[in-house]
Every structure is written in C-alpha cells, then in structure tokens.
C-alpha cells in the first residue's frame, strides 16, 4: 500500500512563502504528481501537477508564485509557495497516480493571515 506524507504547512502572513514536501513510501519515478487544496466550503481543486516526464501544469490563480517539483530517488515531490495570500489558505492534498491507481495523502494546513 503506497503512504503519501506530507508535510510544511503552517501559518504563514500575506506576501509569504512555503514549502510544501509530500514523500511517498516509496520511489516515485514513472508516477504523475499533483498538489491540491481544499478550502472550508469549496471543492478541492488542483493546484499543480508534474508527470513522469517532468511537464508541469498550473491553476491560473497559482501561476507565476508557485512551483512544483520532484525527486524521484527521495520519492518526494515539493511545492513551493511564494506571494501567498488568504485566499491560498486550504488544506493541501499530494496526489500520485501510476496506471490506474491513485493514492491520496492525509492534507496539511496552509493558513494565510496577518
């Protein structure tokens, strides 16, 4: 069973940055990667993704301030947060998927406030 752990939420004020890291049990060479956040009473969306080959998509509202990344040997893929704002405040999911499997890590709380 593959864990998705993540890990450097936190509180953070207006203009600031973080970095979020999200370590699988295991490699992750070959799997597609993605970071998603969930807002008290919204749906979660898609925030980013990285695929296998290393191609990387953004939400517009993300674009130009966040980046994702990924080491494959550390089984680990990061996303770096940088201008954020309140409205980036969410719980923030890893996604992996690989063929047609795909694992879910357990969230990690970003909130953005003076």
């Known amino acids: 069973q593959v864990q998705l752990v993540e890990s450097g939420g936190g509180l953070v004020q207006p203009g600031g940055s973080l970095r979020l890291s999200c370590t699988a049990s295991?490699?992750?060479?070959?799997?597609?990667m993605g970071w998603y956040r969930q807002a008290p009473g919204k749906q979660r969306e898609l925030v980013a993704s990285i695929t296998r080959r290393d191609s990387t998509k953004y939400a517009g509202s993300v674009k130009g301030r966040f980046t994702i990344s990924r080491d494959n040997v550390k089984g680990t893929v990061y996303l770096q947060m940088n201008s954020l704002n309140p409205g980036d405040t969410a719980v923030y999911y890893c996604?992996?998927?690989?063929?047609?499997?795909?694992?879910w890590g357990q969230g990690t709380q970003v909130t953005v406030s003076s």
């Open positions: 996604n992996a998927t690989y063929m047609d499997e795909t694992w």
């Open positions: 295991g490699t992750i060479f070959g799997w597609n």
